[in-house]
């Protein structure tokens, strides 16, 4: 028998080998190309073969015959068959995990020991495991995960209302189930079972929550120590919101499989669903102008006193979100990266800055260099020394950014209609694009008109921080029609 040994790489990011502890003889292991003209390597099954030769088999046939019984001789498994057979199945399953934890957490692929760490682990879990005393509830995980992930506020933030929808659905099993009055979402003890029950119930909490007001009400104030609190306010959940709350909870366990917290593997076999998006929609450059260049000091007196009343904001500070989003449009990064970026991240006129959710998702770290307009250094100039905390500009919360970005819309008079994707039915329609907008709108700015622009992927990428083979750019692609009438007339 000779081991199989495993290499798990990916182009030119990482290339990575290891034993996998699995043992074949030479003779089963094979080398092919498929139709797809792929290089392939693996453990064929050899065929069935007879334990018995063929005089024993007549022998054998010859007297039960004479007895009066009647038998089928069959073909069976030999010992060697079955080795290898079930060897195959462990090749199979190690390889499963291999992958499943790459997508989990990407940014650890970086030398073999991580890969000889995932066999190891499978061949000797115990081996691993932390004992029960040192393992802390599941809302104290969820914060280990956090810190140990070194998440961004924002990412974290996603996490942790997971954490606290967990914690109202463990209460609402124990108070409305009486045969399990003790339950608790134990990461050694959640089942498939389990998965399925709370998949039900986050698409259901609102509806729960008016059926039983008086305990949710219990729920949200008798939260277990761990869980960091936040606002109150139960939403409706949409299909793809689900999705992605499944999605970071089988995060989760494999981050527990992988510390030796558990060798438990509950969202084994099951199907999560891909998350549907509608093809973003952006605001052109002369838009983008146009707000930039609207005197909102004038308009904001031609406003009525209900837009003002609802706006909650004075007009200065509706001045400074402005020249805040037509900078995010100029460089086009996230908001949770646009707090952070100080003077020290701009050289030679070029902003540089590692994205942080890209990091916090498992993808590789990168850099997103981008050339700063003249536009986006004169803003830079105007707020130079005005945040206390030295940053490029004074920031509100996320929240009232996005609140002052709809007002700016509206006063602008950027006010045309778009269609978007209803996040809670599934079903387009068409919604005034003031009503909508948000911070998240500059970055799709920035990429949408670049890419309009310049169709390659990669070389705005360099610029917007996504990894190579980002899906978002797939879905710029359905915005391509109007550059090829644009070629079209050109040439007309």
């Avoid at 030769?53 to 007895?67: I, N």
């Avoid at 949409?238 to 089988?250: D, F, H, V, Y």
């Avoid at 999560?272 to 609207?294: C, F, H, L, W």
Wanted: include cysteine; hydrophobic fraction near 35%; charge should be positive.
């Amino acid at each position: 028998m000779s081991e199989v040994l495993i290499r798990f790489y990916q182009g030119t990011k990482f290339n990575t080998r290891a034993k996998s502890g699995i043992f074949v003889s030479p003779q089963f292991f094979e080398y092919y190309i498929d139709r797809d003209k792929t290089e392939k390597l693996g453990v064929k099954i050899p065929g069935h073969i007879t334990t018995a030769t063929s005089e024993k088999a007549k022998r054998l046939h010859y007297v039960l015959r004479q007895s009066g019984t009647v038998v089928v001789l069959q073909r069976l498994e030999t010992p060697d068959v079955k080795y290898h057979r079930e060897q195959l199945a462990k090749l199979n399953e190690l390889k499963k995990l291999i992958v499943e934890s790459y997508e989990s957490n990407r940014d650890k692929i970086m030398s073999s020991d991580w890969l000889q760490l995932i066999v190891d682990k499978y061949h000797d879990p115990t081996k691993y495991e932390i004992k029960p005393e040192n393992k802390g509830s599941f809302f104290e995980l969820v914060e280990e995960y956090i810190e140990k992930r070194q998440l961004a506020d924002s990412h974290a933030r996603v996490f942790r209302v997971l954490s606290r929808a967990i914690a109202r659905f463990q209460g609402f099993v124990r108070s409305t189930d009486k045969d399990k009055s003790d339950y608790e979402f134990d990461i050694d003890k959640v089942t498939r079972d389990d998965i399925e029950r709370l998949t039900s119930y986050l698409r259901n909490e609102k509806k729960l929550s008016e059926d039983y007001p008086k305990l949710f009400k219990k729920l949200i104030n008798d939260y277990p120590a761990a869980v960091k609190k936040g606002h109150n306010r139960l939403e409706e959940r949409g299909e793809n919101t689900i999705i992605k709350m499944r999605t970071r909870l089988k995060s989760l366990f494999l981050f527990f499989y992988e510390e030796g917290l558990t060798t438990n593997r509950p969202f084994d076999g099951v199907k999560i669903g891909t998350a549907k998006v509608g093809t973003p929609y952006y605001i052109t450059i002369d838009e983008r102008n146009k707000i930039a260049e609207t005197n909102l000091e004038e308009k904001w007196k031609t406003m009525d006193e209900d837009f003002k009343k609802k706006c909650k904001m004075p007009i200065q500070t509706l001045i400074t979100c402005r020249d805040i989003f037509v900078f995010q449009c100029l460089i086009g990064c996230r908001v949770s990266d646009l707090i952070k970026l100080t003077p020290e991240h701009i050289n030679n006129g070029i902003l540089v800055y590692t994205p942080h959710k890209t990091k916090d998702e498992g993808d590789e770290s990168i850099q997103a260099r981008v050339p700063l307009h003249a536009k986006a250094q004169e803003l830079i100039k105007k707020y130079k020394g005005v945040d206390k905390m030295g940053r490029l500009f004074p920031f509100i919360t996320a929240q009232k950014y996005n609140d002052a970005i709809k007002a700016i819309f509206t006063m602008a008079g950027v006010t045309r209609n778009v269609e978007v994707r209803n996040p809670l039915t599934g079903e387009n329609e068409i919604r005034p694009i003031n009503e909508i907008a948000s911070s998240h709108l500059a970055r799709r700015t920035f990429v949408g008109n670049a890419y309009f622009k310049v169709s390659d992927p990669n070389l705005i990428g360099k610029m917007s921080g996504h990894v190579d083979g980002s899906k978002a750019f797939k879905r710029y692609r359905k915005i391509e029609d109007e550059t090829l009438k644009n070629v079209i007339d050109m040439i007309g």
